[in-house]
Nanobody, 121 residues
């Protein structure tokens, strides 16, 4: 069973930094793409940062220059370095991945359970 487990969320003051991690496990043979999404109260879930297997990245305009997505392929772990955080970044952050496993040949999309990020003084 594929699992995506996020960690690193918490409470931070405006201007501060956090680093989120997403560890993928469960018989994973290949990862095509991964991404971070977030959902604030009363708002739709939105893409924050995406990372493809070729190393290409894309970011929401609101986080460009402040957030950086990266991945350690050996650990199957994706990271989101978040700097210069502001209250508008407060949301539940979710990890998403397109994965192929050793026991199912087709690509499937998975979500993590989410980690809360709160930016407040």
């Amino acid at each position: 069973q594929v699992q995506l487990v996020e960690s690193g969320g918490g409470l931070v003051q405006p201007g501060g930094s956090l680093r989120l991690s997403c560890a993928a496990s469960g018989g994973i043979a290949d990862i095509k793409a991964m991404g971070w999404y977030r959902q604030a109260p009363g708002k739709e879930r939105e893409l924050v940062a995406g990372l493809a297997v070729d190393g290409s990245t894309n970011y929401a305009d609101s986080v460009k220059g402040r957030f950086t997505v990266s991945m350690d392929n050996t650990k199957k772990t994706m990271y989101l370095q978040m700097n210069s955080l502001n209250p508008e970044d407060t949301a539940v952050y979710y990890c998403n991945a397109d994965v192929r496993t050793y026991y199912y040949v087709l690509w499937r999309n998975y979500w993590g359970q989410g980690t809360q990020v709160t930016v407040s003084s």
